[in-house]
């Protein structure tokens, strides 16, 4: 069965607010995790990774955030762009070898 | 740019039809996966490979084949199309370990008509 998954299908944000997409796992033995960026017609994009011996990593506007004692991952973009509206996906590597899992995904909207 | 190709973006194909989907990566990368998106499902591994030659299945393998001769190609094969097999196909790749992403191609848009 499905180990990863999202807790709001659609966030509608506004133009120059921040965004946290949200993701809960269930395999507490998961040792990385990624978040995609997947727009219209396209393939999901990597946007960040981290590794499960940290709870935080930083980016160009956006942090992952990552809570094993209650395996929450969350994703947070500072000052939302209309190019940020996409669907974000989070994905979990149960053990080395295997493949990743993805969730069902969060649709961000961002309106001007 | 290093890339992930897939050979089309929208295929139609007939009920009973085999249909053979490609994907081909340059970045000499040892592991290759075939995903299926649906909206509400998100994506679903069908299959991957770790070598040539080399295969596994992945949660949905029911009614698909691969096929990795070469390196740098997979093939998804649909035995016998049928409707339910219309989805979004996703092909993608990465260096083997555990802290690598992958990268993945624009996907494959398959009608079964």
């Known amino acids: 069965g499905e180990s990863v998954g999202l807790h709001l299908p659609t966030l509608s944000v506004q133009e120059g607010d921040n965004s946290i997409i949200n993701c809960a796992y269930s395999n507490s033995a998961s040792d990385y995790f990624i978040w995609y960026k997947q727009e219209s017609g396209k393939g999901p994009q990597f946007i960040i990774d981290i590794r499960s011996n940290m709870d935080k990593r930083q980016g160009q506007r956006v942090t992952v955030l990552l809570n094993k004692t209650v395996k929450h991952l969350s994703l947070q973009i500072a000052a939302t762009q209309p190019g940020d509206s996409a669907v974000y996906f989070c994905a979990e590597r149960g053990q080395a070898g295997t493949a990743l899992i993805f969730g069902k995904g969060t649709t961000l909207s961002v309106s001007s | 740019d290093v890339k992930v190709t897939q050979s089309s973006r929208y295929l139609v194909k007939r009920t009973g039809e085999k249909v053979f989907l490609e994907c081909v990566q340059d970045m000499d990368h040892e592991n290759m996966f075939w995903y299926r998106q649906d909206p509400g499902l998100g994506l679903r591994l069908i299959y991957f490979s770790y070598d040539v030659k080399m295969k596994e299945k992945g949660d949905i393998p029911e009614g698909y084949s691969v096929s990795r001769e070469k390196k740098e190609r997979f093939s998804l094969i649909l035995e016998s199309a049928s409707t339910n097999q219309t989805s979004m196909y996703l092909c993608?790749?990465?260096?083997?370990?555990?802290?690598?992403?992958?990268?993945f191609g624009s996907g494959t848009r398959l009608t079964v008509v």
């Open positions: 993608a790749s990465s260096f083997v370990g555990v802290a690598y992403g992958y990268t």
